[in-house]
């Protein structure tokens, strides 16, 4: 398998932009209500991933397979010390291959590196698949909960301290 792990460029936008919505209009049904869905309209998605990838308070990186970008994570360290994954998204005409675990892995290495202690990251509650993907590599509850006004659906923050399984 031929997988590139490099940081991204506003270059690659349209092609996160691509795997972004493939993921949310693909994996998130039965996880959002369809009006939320249905919001992140082609345009809305170009300008989140516009400004995202000029601002320089996270690490935006993606993966390429056969020269595609199929993958996607954003992550920074917090204010607290600790740090977030903010993003990871893969095409789902990628999934099994892999790539999820190597973003998430790059992520939560490069946030260690920096000194962090723990890393977090949320998930909305009713992604079962994806909470079960995150638990599988070491990601638990940590209690936290939020709804974003944004979405209207709760969340979980999973919590991946130093040392902890991998």
């Known amino acids: 398998m031929s997988v590139k792990l490099r940081t991204a460029t506003s270059d690659d936008r349209d092609a996160i932009v691509a795997v972004f919505l493939a993921c949310w209009r693909e994996s998130y049904v039965g996880v959002l209500p369809s009006a939320a869905i249905d919001a992140m309209t082609n345009e809305r998605a170009h300008d989140l991933w516009t400004r995202v990838l000029a601002a320089d308070d996270a690490t935006v990186l993606v993966a390429e397979h056969a020269g595609v970008v199929q993958g996607v994570t954003r992550f920074a360290p917090d204010p607290g010390g600790g740090g977030a994954v903010h993003s990871l998204y893969v095409s789902p005409m990628a999934r099994g291959l892999g790539l999820g675990t190597l973003l998430l892995d790059a992520a939560y290495d490069a946030l260690r590196a920096g000194g962090t202690e ?34 209207g659906e709760p969340e979980l923050r999973l919590r991946r301290d130093a040392g902890g399984p991998k």
Request: aromatic letters at 18%; a positive charge.
């Open 118 to 151: 723990s890393v977090a990251l949320w998930v909305f509650a009713a992604n079962a698949s994806s909470i079960a993907f995150y638990r599988g590599r070491g990601w638990l509850p940590d209690g936290g909960t939020r709804t974003q006004v944004e979405f």
